[in-house]
């Protein structure tokens, strides 16, 4: 089944090619928001399974957005930040305040339609070379250090797959352990460094240097 999608941008010719770019993938826009404020109301209203959320708003910005929305909803819509610059301070906090991955503007529409389907499961991380990049500037060693000293050697190998965007099935796979163990393992890690998804623990992991910014598939 195909996701539905809440669109969040102050320029209604974004969400315009937003719209038709998402519609010709087979993907659903449920509602538009033309400011972070509109954005929780809007989702009330609506119910997406995605906001495809615009980091830089005036007013309420897609961080402060992205924060009422795990706040306040039982079973928030997953979000996906989209951004112009890769390496956006605003997008890292986006990251960590709780979106599920970001996106470039200039993206191909087959990107953005994968970039939705990928976060609306949850079961894989999104371009992990991209967070990355965001992250690989910074020096390991921050706030997020103790938590993840708590980790069991299993679950930060856990967690090192899937900074490599492995799915669950295929970390499975890679540690000859069943799916159900992993999900347990995923659900441990979220719980002991206060992740809500995955792309939140893999930059807390990169920040605390449990995963060192070259760990990727294939390195």
Same mark, same amino acid.
């Given at each position: ?50 906001? +495809?959320?615009?980091? %830089?708003? &005036? *007013?309420?910005?897609?961080?402060? $957005?992205?924060?009422? /929305?795990?706040?306040?909803? #039982? =079973? ?57 990049? +965001?992250?690989?500037? %910074?020096? &390991? *060693?921050?706030?997020?250090?103790? $938590?993840?000293?708590? /980790?069991?050697?299993?679950? #930060? =190998? ?57 760990? +990727?598939?294939?390195?």
């Amino acid at each position: 089944m195909s996701p539905t999608v809440l669109l969040a941008d102050d320029e209604p010719l974004v969400r315009t090619g937003l719209r038709a770019l998402l519609e010709q993938q087979g993907i659903t826009v449920v509602g538009e928001a033309a400011d972070g404020a509109e954005v929780l109301p809007a989702v009330r209203r609506t119910r997406p399974d995605v906001v +495809l959320m615009d980091v %830089r708003m &005036p *007013g309420t910005d897609g961080i402060e $957005a992205t924060r009422q /929305l795990l706040a306040e909803l #039982a =079973e928030p819509p997953k979000v996906l930040v989209v951004t112009t610059f890769d390496n956006d301070d605003y997008v890292h906090e986006a990251l960590l305040a709780g979106a599920s991955g970001f996106l470039l503007k200039r993206a191909r529409k087959e990107e953005i339609a994968h970039a939705v389907r990928t976060v609306a499961t949850g079961e894989s991380l999104l371009f992990p070379e991209a967070i990355r990049r +965001l992250v690989s500037a %910074r020096l &390991p *060693g921050g706030k997020y250090t103790r $938590a993840a000293k708590t /980790l069991t050697r299993r679950e #930060a =190998e856990v967690l090192r797959l899937v900074a490599t965007g492995l799915s669950n099935q295929d970390i499975a796979a890679a540690l000859v352990i069943s799916l159900e163990t992993v999900k347990t393992h995923v659900g441990n890690i979220f719980g002991k460094v206060g992740a809500g998804n995955r792309a939140q623990a893999v930059v807390m992991a990169y920040e605390s240097g449990i995963v060192a910014p070259g760990h +990727l598939a294939g390195q």
